[in-house]
């Protein structure tokens, strides 16, 4: 669990699972995959077995801990709707998330229609999922747009995108629910570019939409290379 996150949109990171699999263009330059891979067969470190997937039950009760609220990243370096995880892990997970209220749970992913299916599951009725837990999924072009139905099918009151890294134009992107917008580029080794204009179009739509919307980053060799600000201005839209 890391309180000094440099990831702008979050206070604090928690990882009850670590470890991936790559499954789509927006992971090939997975810069989590980059950070444990060079520790694989160290002896006694975390990432003993590099970008393995491994759950961390030691973990699960780690945010009773923080008594200041935070906004907290669950599973920064991994997805907690892997296919690997079991239902009863992430059982486990919500049950913290539910019960360390006072903080505010950040829960990302790709597999967009098994975080629906579960969560369809464990909140039948929309009204009783958590206001302060936000479920939200990453679009990195056109064709990952269909997460976003996905995510819409979900019964939880808070649902964000994350469009990191963002690899193409997004001509026909639908807000209806949506209720946050992150957009960045991507960074690291062999960073694709992104242009100006597909930022400007969702930023307009966002605008449009009464979104608020989070600019990143530009991205490149590293994740400051290209800084944060958007002809010259920086969103940190953030839900009220």
Request: a positive charge; proline letters at 8%.
């Amino acid at each position: 669990m890391g309180d000094n996150t440099p990831i702008e949109w979050t206070d604090a990171t928690w990882n009850p699972v670590t470890g991936c699999t790559k499954i789509t263009r927006g992971c090939d330059n997975c810069y989590a995959a980059r950070l444990t891979e060079r520790f694989r067969g160290t002896p006694g470190h975390p990432f003993e077995n590099g970008f393995d997937l491994r759950l961390r039950v030691d973990r699960i009760s780690q945010p009773h801990s923080w008594k200041r609220p935070r906004r907290i990243f669950v599973n920064s370096i991994s997805d907690l709707f892997h296919k690997d995880v079991p239902a009863w892990f992430i059982d486990r997970v919500f049950e913290t998330m539910e019960s360390a209220n006072w903080h505010v749970y950040q829960v990302l992913t790709k597999r967009s229609s098994l975080m629906r299916d579960y969560l369809q599951r464990r909140y039948p009725d929309a009204s009783t999922a958590p206001r302060h837990v936000w479920c939200g999924v990453s679009v990195e072009d056109q064709a990952a747009t269909v997460r976003i139905q996905h995510l819409r099918d979900t019964p939880v009151p808070m649902r964000f995108l994350s469009i990191e890294p963002l690899l193409g134009p997004l001509d026909h992107l639908d807000l209806e629910g949506i209720c946050w917008v992150i957009v960045g580029g991507e960074s690291g080794p062999g960073a694709r570019p992104m242009k100006e204009e597909w930022v400007l179009r969702v930023r307009d739509l966002c605008e449009r939409r009464d979104v608020p919307f989070f600019f990143k980053q530009w991205g490149g060799p590293r994740p400051k290379s290209g800084g944060r600000r958007l002809r010259g201005v920086e969103y940190n839209g953030m839900p009220g």
